[in-house]
């Protein structure tokens, strides 16, 4: 089944430049085969770093446990390393209205 899917995704770690390219390139290795887009926003406070991924578009998980589990599967151990925090919501294709 295809879902409309949101994710947010919070990122951080100590301040050494280049967050956001590295954290692009995690996206890439993990949502590369699927059918979705990010937007990433970077921000520096106190000595971290801190990357917002907006992740949007269409997947085939119907549900957050899917998710989760494509997410445990196929995500690296920075991408663990380094979240924080995610916020998600799909809204799985229905016929009708």
Same mark, same amino acid.
């Given at each position: ?31 590369? $085969?699927?059918?979705?887009? !990010?937007?990433? +926003? =970077?921000? *520096?406070? %106190?000595?971290? #770093?801190?990357?917002?991924? /907006?992740? $949007?578009?269409?997947?085939? !998980?119907?549900? +957050? =446990?899917? *998710?989760? %589990?494509?997410? #445990?599967?196929?995500?690296? /151990? ?20």
């Amino acid at each position: 089944m295809i879902s409309e899917t949101y994710i947010d995704f919070c990122f951080m770690r100590a301040q050494s430049g280049g967050f956001a390219a590295e954290i692009d390139e995690l996206l890439k290795r993990t949502f590369g $085969k699927n059918r979705l887009n !990010w937007y990433l +926003e =970077e921000k *520096t406070l %106190d000595g971290a #770093e801190m990357v917002i991924a /907006e992740v $949007k578009g269409m997947s085939f !998980w119907s549900s +957050e =446990e899917e *998710t989760i %589990d494509f997410l #445990e599967e196929n995500a690296e /151990e920075k991408f663990w390393e380094y979240l924080q925090g995610y916020k998600m919501f799909l809204y799985p294709a229905q016929r009708g209205c």
